[in-house]
């Protein structure tokens, strides 16, 4: 009887006094994830990495917005959306306590307006990734001509970047060209002249 | 020929279940004035076991669910809380419902885990129903993948209205001229993504970027603070505080990075 008095002396409590004081979580542990929306460039690398599709993108071009979304209740902690952006602004935090009376409150928005394109005007990638973009390649230019270059690169949409391409290809191939098809056939190739 | 099925017709849809307002007020009162255990029995709907075993260990001695009176029982007559766990798979939806209308009025409805709330990472199954509230009426949403015991008490909690729920429906929406902060702007954007990318191989992606961080952090604060201390000093005194061998390796091995692109040597 006493040794056994003295084993539960010994011991002590062995439960845990959560709800009435605050549970202390392991190191690295994986909770409720935290997007700082001031951080986040709306570049959707989580929408990609998200294996439940909890976080997820919406792109307006009409209104000209792109809103991002996370479903608390979809998420399956794992972290990818974490190891995935480029500028840290979503990280998961120690918050499990995460229960809700309705559905409606598992769901956090954010809503990042879209840059124009610089070419054709229109709305074509979220303004902050874009000034982001610029920002980044500015810093490893070598001259200011170039950063301004580069930083117009960046403004400009893909569609745009490839007519633009194109257009540069082709004005440089027909001269070539033309020579290669005078010496054979001894008058030009006639669908290289539609070329934009 | 081909023609495409629309699968809705494909399913026979039925209407959900609904409380009338007598049931809604009795449980408004048994919420108000619960003098006495509240017991749980724990519907599996096609889930992993994962959400089992965590309900499990919240029933030990160490999370002891038990002091609030919140038991598990074997039978849904005796239940006041039903605990739906899985994603509701189509073979599963008939004995949810049964064990739904076997427990006696009011009755509440708690749906666990990640499956459980939203139908989780098997939303769009073919096979499932994408989550408890496309059956029955719920009344508190725990999620988790699955939740901690300690989330399964506040869940508990919140259920019988003895906690607040924390979390809020919240919507950021851009203010003019918001930016993102640029990471590091001191140190050139190449020697940053050659720092991250070996630390990244050398320690995984969630740590490496910590440790690179703690590394540019320290890089930074050599440029901004030049004192008697070399770079080649610095690196050595905090490899020579770093407790952790392996940890150690990894700085030791970013210094060496930065020695390289000081040299102008590429990887």
């Known amino acids: 009887m006493l040794k056994l008095l003295k084993e539960i002396f010994r011991t002590g409590e062995a439960t845990v006094k959560y709800p009435f004081a605050p549970m202390p979580v392991c190191k690295d542990f994986r909770g409720k994830p935290e997007h700082k929306a001031e951080d986040c460039i709306a570049c959707a690398a989580c929408t990609v990495a998200c294996p439940a599709n909890a976080i997820q993108m919406e792109t307006d071009t009409a209104a000209g917005s792109r809103t991002w979304s996370i479903n608390y209740g979809r998420c399956v902690f794992c972290g990818r959306c974490e190891e995935s952006c480029p500028t840290g602004a979503i990280r998961l935090s120690d918050d499990f306590e995460l229960a809700v009376g309705s559905k409606a409150d598992l769901t956090r928005k954010a809503v990042f307006t879209l840059a124009d394109c610089a070419c054709c005007g229109k709305p074509f990638a979220p303004a902050k990734e874009v000034d982001y973009v610029a920002r980044l390649l500015s810093q490893s230019a070598r001259s200011a001509e170039e950063a301004d270059r580069l930083r117009l690169t960046a403004a400009t949409c893909p569609a745009c970047k490839r007519a633009q391409d194109v257009h540069h290809i082709a004005g440089m191939g027909i001269a070539r060209q033309m020579e290669a098809g005078l010496s054979k056939t001894g008058k030009p190739a006639k669908e290289l002249e539609t070329t934009p | ?267």
């Not at chain 2, 409380?19 to 619960?34: G, H, P, R, V, Y």
């Not at chain 2, 129903?129 to 009344?139: E, H, K, L, R, S």
Request: aromatic share 6%; hydrophobic share 40%; net charge negative.
């Open chain 2, 1 to 267: 020929m081909n023609v495409p099925v629309d699968p809705k017709t494909l399913v026979a849809e039925m209407s959900p279940v609904s409380t009338s307002e007598q049931i809604a007020t009795m449980k408004k009162a048994l919420l108000k004035n619960i003098q006495r255990s509240a017991y749980v029995y724990r519907v599996d709907c096609g889930g992993c076991n994962g959400c089992e075993i965590e309900i499990f260990s919240s029933i030990t001695p160490v999370f002891d669910a038990e002091r609030f009176g919140i038991k598990v029982v074997a039978s849904p007559r005796h239940a006041d809380i039903l605990l739906f766990t899985g994603a509701v798979t189509r073979s599963m939806r008939m004995p949810a419902l049964r064990a739904y209308e076997a427990a006696p009025d009011p009755k509440i409805v708690v749906s666990y885990g990640a499956c459980g709330c939203t139908g989780g990472i098997f939303h769009d199954l073919y096979c499932v129903w994408g989550g408890t509230d496309n059956i029955v009426p719920v009344d508190v949403y725990i999620p988790g993948c699955p939740p901690t015991p300690a989330a399964t008490i506040h869940g508990f909690a919140v259920a019988l209205g003895l906690l607040e729920q924390k979390l809020k429906a919240e919507t950021h929406v851009e203010a003019a001229g918001e930016t993102a902060a640029l990471p590091h702007p001191d140190i050139p954007y190449a020697l940053r993504v050659r720092l991250e990318r070996e630390a990244r191989r050398m320690a995984g992606y969630r740590q490496g970027r910590d440790i690179a961080e703690e590394f540019m952090a320290l890089l930074e604060g050599h440029a901004h603070t030049p004192g008697s201390f070399s770079l080649s000093e610095r690196m050595l005194e905090a490899i020579g505080e770093e407790r952790d061998p392996r940890r150690a390796e990894i700085i030791g091995r970013l210094a060496e990075v930065v020695q390289q692109a000081i040299r102008g040597e590429t990887p």
